[in-house]
């Protein structure tokens, strides 16, 4: 397990604060309640800080392959099912209305475990259900980039670089005076694989949104339906 997501989850909240959350929050809320949903599994749930801003509008259980993180999220929101599972091989042995991969999907590192997600994913779905991936970054728009935050004894940096096949994250999280640097390799795709993939884990129909409104740059929300 990685140190950002275990020693250091305790910090979460200063690394990446919740309010940071509320616009992807509206954004997701709107694409949920367009398709009548109210059971939601969310996986890579982290800290719950994107959940916190649903949890008051749908029924949500919400999922996390780190222990630490999972129990950040349930202490942030204690009224939802918080439970270490993980994406590509989750069974939870019920289903719900939509599947919510948020950014968790920087964890997918290739298309292989692309169609592990999505299937992991329609298997806890309804007739009809509806998952909804929001990645952070798409091929056809990254940039490399710094970004920076924290608090108090708490600082943190990452920077996003290029690697072959996807990108490199550089992190440094500062805490007093102990200095922990870790990278972490996550996956880079253009949009059209994203919908090539859906479709080949028998999405009937997959709606493409622009997601720029959520303040992170040019984004997509890929909105799948499994077969009624
Ligand atoms: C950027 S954090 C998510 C932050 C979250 N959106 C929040 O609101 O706090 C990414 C999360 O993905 C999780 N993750 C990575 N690989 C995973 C996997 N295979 N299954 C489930 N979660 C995974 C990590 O443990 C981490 O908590």
């Given at each position: 397990m990685s140190a950002l997501y275990g020693?250091?989850?305790q910090y979460w909240p200063i690394i990446s604060p919740v309010n940071a959350y509320e616009d992807e929050g509206r954004f997701i809320a709107g694409i949920l309640k367009a398709g009548k949903a109210h059971e939601i599994l969310e996986f890579g749930?982290?800290?719950?800080?994107?959940?916190?801003h649903l949890r008051d509008?749908?029924?949500?259980?919400?999922?996390?392959?780190?222990?630490?993180m999972v129990d950040m999220s349930r202490r942030r929101n204690p009224m939802c099912d918080n439970k270490v599972a993980d994406m590509f091989k989750a069974n939870l042995g019920?289903?719900?209305d939509a599947v919510l991969i948020h950014d968790?999907?920087?964890?997918?590192?290739?298309?292989?475990q692309m169609d592990a997600a999505f299937r992991t994913a329609r298997k806890h779905l309804r007739p009809g259900g509806m998952l909804l991936v929001v990645p952070d970054h798409l091929a056809d728009y990254w940039q490399p980039s710094v970004m920076t935050g924290g608090s108090g004894d708490v600082h943190y940096e990452a920077r996003y670089c290029e690697r072959e096949g996807g990108i490199r994250i550089d992190f440094t999280v500062t805490v007093g005076d102990r200095v922990i640097e870790e990278s972490h390799d996550i996956g880079l795709f253009p949009q059209y694989v994203w919908v090539d993939r859906l479709r080949a884990a028998g999405f009937a129909e997959v709606d493409e949104?622009?997601?720029?409104?959520?303040?992170?740059?040019?984004?997509?929300?890929?909105?799948?339906?499994a077969p009624a």
């Open positions: 020693e250091l989850a749930c982290g800290g719950g800080h994107l959940s916190y509008d749908f029924t949500m259980t919400l999922t996390d392959i780190s222990p630490e019920r289903d719900f968790a999907a920087d964890y997918i590192l290739d298309t292989d949104l622009d997601a720029s409104e959520t303040g992170w740059g040019e984004r997509v929300a890929f909105v799948a339906h």
